[in-house]
């Protein structure tokens, strides 16, 4: 079970990841943009250790206080649940 929240975590973090790096290239090419609610949604689903990290990898959305805040937090409590998912269900 701890193999699939970690598969599962570390999909969406990917997925975060790239979508921050997409929407930010996107951004310096003034093209079509990811909506904020997509990135949110994948950050909150299971994502926010990556979007944390693509935010601050591709200095994108770092202005913003809600996604400096917001992210760090998703993340925060991402690994707080992978590490009791651990906990609970590595020793297996």
Avoid: C
Wanted: net charge positive; no cysteine.
């Amino acid at each position: 079970m701890f193999m699939v929240i970690s598969g599962y975590f570390m999909i969406l973090s990917i997925m975060a990841f790239a979508m921050m790096k997409i929407d930010k290239r996107q951004a310096q090419r003034r093209g079509q943009r990811i909506p904020e609610k997509n990135l949110w949604a994948a950050a909150l689903l299971g994502g926010g250790i990556g979007a944390y990290a693509g935010m601050m990898t591709f200095r994108h959305k770092t202005r913003r206080a809600k996604f400096r805040i917001g992210f760090l937090l998703l993340a925060a409590i991402d690994t707080a649940l992978w590490v009791w998912s651990y906990q609970t269900f590595g020793q297996e």
